[in-house]
């Protein structure tokens, strides 16, 4: 098993466009508002008006509100300028799903979902690519946790029993080795983005969520209803866990994961997601404003804040498998491991939204003078080929994709190496799954 330890944190400054509000009126939508935010409950509860307040803030906004609206998991971020001016931005968190859709009717300017926009969604705007790096921001990493009353004495789940779980297959704790106790299931609602993701990571290898599960609109509400109900189980971010008991998740052939800030931040925990922001049409100087705040580290500050796991970069001490090879753990003894695991798009070799993003906060850390004597080393993997050679290869091209990318930005990797399908982080039975077992670590010596 990995084990993880967090040894130094770097805050990455990325630069924001000069001051908005001098180069702009401050123009408002026909309900009043600067710009308005549709889409994830897990965004739009704490996390969003927790940006929205900052990004007012930066700019020398005072007397900075939060308000509920009269419709629930609705709520109004208000604040004045130096020279009284009022400014109001709407966050309205019914589930990702409602996002893009209020895009499209003309009322939203920014989409927040919980998982990578759909094709449906994406086919709504048919001149715009939504998923292309202009429209789509990485805002954060959470994880899904799936979490059991703090009375069950269970630690570890396989991905498929946390399915037969949720589908009613397994019914009593003592078929698990517990307690003679019906399962009791908690789950999100439809319109949920961490619904949508538990559905594809969980559900979706051969499950129906059970007719009897209980269905919540909000994390925090069903993470308290299941840390007070005697066996019962349900899922929720990271930032929800709150008293309730997550255990520890195992895919295919990787090793048992807590949902643990290392752990998510490097995405090898097999119920890890990425948290979206969405702006489709660009218009709005203010919304594309607040996006570029969002990513800047004054926003991921806020982003740890409140939960979850930001995008400045971390320097993590690792140790792995003895049973890996021995190249592979003289790297992990000599250096530490950067939280920038390079990714791509599916179906392709380019670099995916996040990683165009990391070039840069690598490319900062890099130039700061205490590491420019330091060293850079890649390391590829593989999802699982027809045989090792090819898999090798595989992982070793993406090594040189990512080392050509980061000399694009200036940044030399003096080492490199590609290992391959070994040391898996998900199943490889499924090639949608698979997907995150295609990556490229970085570490620094």
Do not use: C
């Not at 009043?32 to 996390?47: D, Q, Y």
């Not at 009284?84 to 003309?106: D, N, R, Y």
């Not at 789950?187 to 969980?202: C, I, M, P």
């Amino acid at each position: 098993m990995k084990r993880f330890s967090i040894l130094l944190f770097f805050s990455i400054s990325l630069p924001l466009h000069a001051n908005v509000f001098q180069q702009h009126s401050m123009t408002t939508n026909d309900r009043g508002f600067l710009f308005e935010i549709h889409g994830s409950n897990t965004i739009g509860v704490s996390l969003a008006p927790a940006l929205v307040s900052a990004w007012f803030k930066h700019y020398g906004f005072r007397g900075i509100t939060v308000t509920n609206s009269t419709i629930e998991n609705e709520k109004i971020v208000s604040a004045s300028s130096s020279s009284g001016q009022k400014a109001s931005v709407f966050i309205a968190a019914h589930g990702s799903g409602t996002g893009f859709k209020q895009i499209e009717s003309g009322r939203s300017d920014i989409a927040a979902a919980s998982r990578p926009a759909k094709t449906s969604e994406n086919d709504l705007f048919p001149t715009i690519d939504v998923t292309g790096h202009r429209h789509e921001l990485v805002l954060a990493i959470d994880g899904i946790a799936v979490i059991i009353n703090p009375d069950l004495q269970i630690e570890s789940l396989t991905i498929h029993q946390v399915g037969q779980l949720f589908s009613g297959s397994i019914s009593n704790w003592n078929q698990l080795g517990g307690p003679d106790l019906p399962v009791n299931v908690h789950a999100r609602d439809n319109k949920s983005g961490t619904f949508d993701t538990f559905n594809t990571l969980v559900l979706k290898r051969g499950y129906d969520l059970v007719t009897t599960a209980k269905r919540y609109e909000s994390n925090d509400h069903l993470s308290r209803t299941v840390t007070g109900t005697p066996g019962a189980i349900g899922f929720t971010s990271l930032a929800s866990i709150h008293d309730a008991k997550a255990v520890q998740i195992t895919d295919g052939n990787s090793a048992p994961m807590s949902p643990e800030h290392a752990t998510i931040a490097t995405e090898d925990y097999p119920l890890a997601r990425r948290l979206f922001l969405y702006q489709v049409k660009t218009d709005n100087a203010f919304a594309a404003d607040f996006m570029e705040f969002s990513k800047s580290d004054a926003g991921q500050t806020i982003v740890a804040e409140v939960g979850f796991i930001s995008q400045n970069l971390q320097e993590l001490a690792m140790s792995v498998s003895a049973d890996l090879p021995s190249g592979y753990t003289f790297i992990a003894q000599k250096s530490k491991r950067i939280t920038t695991n390079f990714r791509f798009r599916p179906g392709t070799n380019e670099l995916d939204n996040k990683a165009l993003d990391d070039l840069i906060r690598l490319r900062e850390l890099i130039a700061l003078p205490e590491h420019r004597h330091r060293k850079l080393i890649l390391i590829g993997f593989s999802d699982q080929q027809r045989n090792e050679f090819r898999a090798r290869l595989m992982s070793e091209s993406r090594v040189m994709m990512v080392k050509r990318a980061l000399a694009s930005h200036g940044i030399v990797s003096s080492a490199l190496t590609g290992y391959g399908q070994i040391n898996p982080v998900a199943t490889n039975t499924d090639p949608q799954y698979a997907l995150r077992n295609q990556r490229v670590e970085v570490w620094i010596r």
